[in-house]
């Protein structure tokens, strides 16, 4: 059984930091790729960042210069660090990636459970 389990997200003051971690685990062969999405409260599911394996981060409008997606040495991993926090930042955060897993002939998408990330004074 596969699972992507995030941590890091809580409670964070107006320009504060944080960083979201999210880890990969069960019978892997690949990642393909690794995204944050987010949901507030009465929005859409939006995509915040992607990395692609062998590829360059891309980032919505919104966070490109604050929010920083990384993969962790043993490549199962993927962290997202977010600086100068705004209370617009808060929602759940969740870690979604391209992975193909042992005896499948192609990739598939999967999600974590996500991480609540409250941004407030």
């Known amino acids: 059984q596969v699972q992507l389990v995030e941590s890091g997200g809580g409670l964070v003051q107006p320009g504060g930091s944080l960083r979201l971690s999210c880890a990969a685990s069960?019978?892997?062969?690949?990642?393909?790729?690794m995204y944050w999405y987010r949901q507030a409260p009465g929005k859409q599911r939006e995509l915040v960042a992607t990395?692609?394996?062998?590829?360059?981060?891309n980032y919505v409008d919104s966070v490109k210069g604050r929010f920083t997606i990384s993969r962790g040495n043993a490549q199962n991993t993927v962290f997202l660090q977010m600086n100068y926090l705004k209370p617009e930042d808060t929602a759940v955060y969740y870690c979604?990636?391209?992975?193909?897993?042992?005896?499948?002939?192609?990739?598939?998408?999967?999600w974590g459970q996500g991480t609540q990330v409250t941004v407030s004074s």
């Open positions: 979604n990636a391209d992975m193909q897993l042992n005896g499948d002939y192609v990739p598939r998408n999967y």
């Open positions: 069960g019978s892997i062969f690949s990642i393909n790729a």
């Open positions: 990395l692609r394996s062998g590829g360059s981060p």
